[in-house]
């Protein structure tokens, strides 16, 4: 064997070796990353965690999911998601756990609209992969429920457009579709304001015919009496 072959094989061994190395890094860093443990060692994550222990997510047909199982992609197939999860949103969560205030309850809640939009808008973005990790073929009873379930097909709905403020303390609901489009946070109309303030049109229409046909019949009324004197 010349020197030149051994050189090679060195040089394979050494690049296997620094692969392996690198991946274990990458997978290790990843799954230590993912920890109920390292999430929550953000003092804003202990809220957080608090209200998921208490949800009934949690503890439902036997399963305690942690921060990942919501908020990390799981899977092989899914690990570039996570990565850059860990990346990009793991470094401006971190950025911002500095420069903003989180000592009590009330000045996370100061924040926790915007923060809860952004873990919806990633949900949307993934397809609500972490959704149907657990609902698989969701069919849920009564004919409502799957008549909206059926715009997952029709209108590219995904589970977080409607199932939102299901573990956490409510936040106000957002619209994704319309944010993702104007590129910022849209709150979801107020149906059931809409459907009031429909009503009242309604009332005061009644009202206004009401009152045009009172006022009718006291004219009418006058006229009778101008007659007869």
């Known amino acids: 064997m010349t020197g030149i072959q051994k050189g090679a094989i060195g ?24 920890t109920e443990e390292f999430c929550t060692s953000c ?12 949800s009934t997510h949690y503890g439902a047909l036997g399963v305690n999911p942690g921060c990942k199982d919501c908020h990390i992609p799981q899977g092989f197939k899914n690990f570039h998601l996570a990565l850059y999860t860990h ?3 793991g470094a401006r969560e971190l950025y911002l756990e500095l420069i903003n205030d989180y000592s009590t309850l009330e000045k996370f809640n100061e924040r926790r609209l915007i923060m809860a939009h952004d873990a919806r808008m990633n949900l949307k973005k993934w397809d609500s992969v972490t959704c149907r990790d657990c609902h698989k073929d969701p069919n849920p009873p009564g004919a409502d429920a799957q008549e909206a379930h059926k715009k997952l097909k ?17 936040a106000p609901m957002t619209d994704l579709n319309a944010s993702f489009a104007a590129g910022k946070m849209v709150l979801k109309k107020d149906e059931d304001s809409d459907e009031g303030g429909d009503e009242e049109d309604e009332e005061d229409e009644d009202e206004g015919e009401a009152g045009a046909s009172e ?8 006229d009778d009496e101008d007659d007869e004197e």
């Open 11 to 34: 040089t394979l061994l050494t690049g296997g070796l620094l692969g392996i190395l690198l991946v274990a890094v990458v997978f290790g860093g990843e799954a230590a990353l993912s």
């Open 43 to 54: 003092h804003s994550m202990t809220y957080t965690q608090t209200e998921l222990k208490q």
């Open 87 to 89: 990346a990009v949103d």
């Open 154 to 170: 029709t209108e590219g709905a995904t589970c977080i457009d409607c199932h939102q403020n299901l573990v956490h303390e409510e």
């Open 215 to 222: 006022a009718g019949e006291s004219q009418s009324d006058e």
